[in-house]
């Protein structure tokens, strides 16, 4: 069996959809009609994030703690964006999908937690990898802050939203990047 390590493209996709979700989040907290061409990205990118999270859940050759850090909060995270982007389209208020951020961000909070309790990061990546977790669960806990009205005070949660979707993705695309460098020098 040939081992593929798909964990940068995964990264790359995670802080590709972080940062189109931190955009949608902007653009709905200043009413900006300009969301709805995003929303296709957005599908896409969720799409991809559900396969690569569902194959690495149920397929990937690692210990299973790897499977569930990495696997299953993909996997939840591109359901999330797929119906996301199908409500938009259908006009139908995305507020109550916030809940299941929600729960998504306990999930990568334990898994924060988890990582530092059992040591299953280590070496000069443990601060970025656990950083990005940390930024990416507040996302998710925070979520809820979507029922707040976009107009008046109520646009701040959004802001406040997007800001912490924005560390997230750059702490992903850092991750990412780096893994790429470093997968290119190790031998085959």
């Known amino acids: 069996m040939v081992y593929v390590d798909s964990l940068t493209v995964m990264l790359l996709s995670l802080g590709l959809s972080s940062l189109f979700l931190a955009l949608y989040l902007l653009g709905k907290g200043m009413n900006k009609k300009w969301i709805s061409s995003i929303v296709p990205p957005i599908f896409a990118l969720g799409f991809f994030d559900f396969i690569s999270g569902f194959l690495m859940s149920f397929m990937w050759?690692?210990?299973?703690?790897?499977n569930m850090l990495f696997g299953d909060p993909i996997l939840?995270?591109?359901?999330?964006?797929?119906?996301?982007?199908?409500?938009?389209?259908?006009?139908?208020?995305?507020?109550?999908?916030?809940?299941?951020?929600?729960f998504l961000?306990?999930?990568?909070?334990?898994?924060?937690?988890?990582?530092?309790?059992?040591?299953?990061?280590s070496g000069q990546y443990f601060y970025n990898d656990t950083t990005n977790n940390i930024f990416a669960a507040?996302?998710?806990?925070?979520?809820?802050?979507?029922?707040?009205?976009?107009?008046?005070?109520?646009r701040y949660a959004y802001y406040f939203l997007f800001v912490l979707l924005l560390i997230t993705a750059f702490l992903a695309f850092f991750i990412g990047y780096a893994g790429i460098f470093s997968h290119l020098g190790s031998p085959p």
């Open 61 to 66: 050759p690692l210990p299973g703690a790897y």
């Open 76 to 102: 939840v995270l591109g359901l999330i964006m797929m119906v996301g982007a199908y409500m938009h389209i259908k006009n139908i208020s995305i507020n109550s999908l916030s809940i299941f951020g929600f």
């Open 105 to 121: 961000g306990i999930y990568l909070a334990v898994e924060a937690a988890g990582m530092v309790a059992f040591n299953l990061e």
């Open 138 to 154: 507040l996302s998710g806990i925070f979520s809820p802050l979507v029922y707040a009205n976009a107009k008046g005070s109520g």
